[in-house]
C-alpha cells in the first residue's frame, strides 16, 4: 500500500436534475447523481489516500473536490482537467502529478457528454437503430482511452514497486443482450484490453485490475428510454421488473469495491458486482 502516493481517477463528475443548485454537495443532494469515478474519488479519499479527479470540465471537477472536502475535511483532492482522447492532453495531465509520489491509477471514462451523443443518451439500440459510427465511437471512448492513458503513464511509474491499475469495465464486457450491438461489443474490447493489460505489465510491476459493475445509480437509467430498452434485455432472460425499471445499485458501491482492491494486500483480478435482482449470469 503506497498511503503517501496519489490515485488519480479519470472520469469524474455527476449528472444533475432541474432545481439544482451548484451549492449542493453532489453527494448528498437529491438533485445531483455522482458518477462512479466521483464515488471512486470519495471512497478512496476516506482511506486517507491522495486523489487527483480527471474529466473535461474543471467546473464539474471543482464540485466534485469540494463535496468531497465538505464530506471529509482531511481529504486531499486535485483536479486536472483533460481530454482523454487527445495524447498531449493526457501527457500533459501525466506530467503534473505530484513530482517523487508513488502513482496508482483508476480509469473510469466512459459515455461522457464530451465525446458521446446518442438520441436520449440510450446506449441500448435494436440493431435496425444503431447507426453505424456508433460502436466504434464507445470503443474509442473505453480502449483507445486506456490505451493512451496506460502509455503515458507507464514512463511515469516505471520505477515504482507495485503500481495498481484498475479498470472500470462493464459487466456487459463479459455477457451478451439483446439490444447490446454498440455498448456490448464495445465493453467485450475493453474486456480483453484489460485482459491484455494484465498480462503484459504484471511482471513489470503494474498490477491490473478489472471491475465489471451491472447497472449503477448514476442518472442514466432515469432516463424512461434507457429504462424500457434494458427491461426489455433482462425479459430476454426471464426478468422483469415493477414499473419495468431495472434494479440498480448505489455508485459508492463500486467505490468501495475499488478502494478495496487498491488497499488490499492481494492482486486483485477481476470483482463482478450486480444490484440485486439484476440477472447474475457472467456469460451468455
Ligand atoms: N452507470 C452504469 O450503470 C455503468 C455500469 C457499468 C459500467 N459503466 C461504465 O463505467 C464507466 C463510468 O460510468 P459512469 O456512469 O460513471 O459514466 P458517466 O457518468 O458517463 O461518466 C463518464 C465520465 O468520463 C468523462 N469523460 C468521457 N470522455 C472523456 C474525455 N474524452 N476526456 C475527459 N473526460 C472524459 C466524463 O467527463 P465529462 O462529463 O466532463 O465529459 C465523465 O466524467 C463507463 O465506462 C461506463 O460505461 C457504467
Redesign the pocket.
Known sequence: MANDGVVLV????F?SAEGSNDTENIYTSRFYKP???ACVALEVAMTGRSVVI????EA?LSRVRQSILDMCGTATVSTAP????DPSSVQRMVDDLPEGKHVDVVH?????????KIPDDNPYLPVERTPIGFPTQEFD??VT?LLLLVQKVIPRVAEQERTRLIV?????GIRAYPFGYSHASA?AGLHHAVRTLALELNQRGIHVTEV??????????DNPAVAQASAAASKAFGYTFEGDRIP?MP?REVGRAIAYALNSEAHVLTINLVPFGQEPHTGS
Open positions: 479519470t472520469g469524474a463528475g449528472r458518477n462512479i469515478g480527471a474529466s473535461s470540465s464539474k483533460v481530454d482523454l482522447s473510469s471514462a466512459g459515455l461522457g457528454a464530451a465525446n458521446y471512448a473505453v482511452t472500470v469495465g462493464s459487466m456487459s465493453k465489471n459493475p451491472g447497472v449503477v445509480d448514476t442518472g442514466l437509467y440498480q455508485p
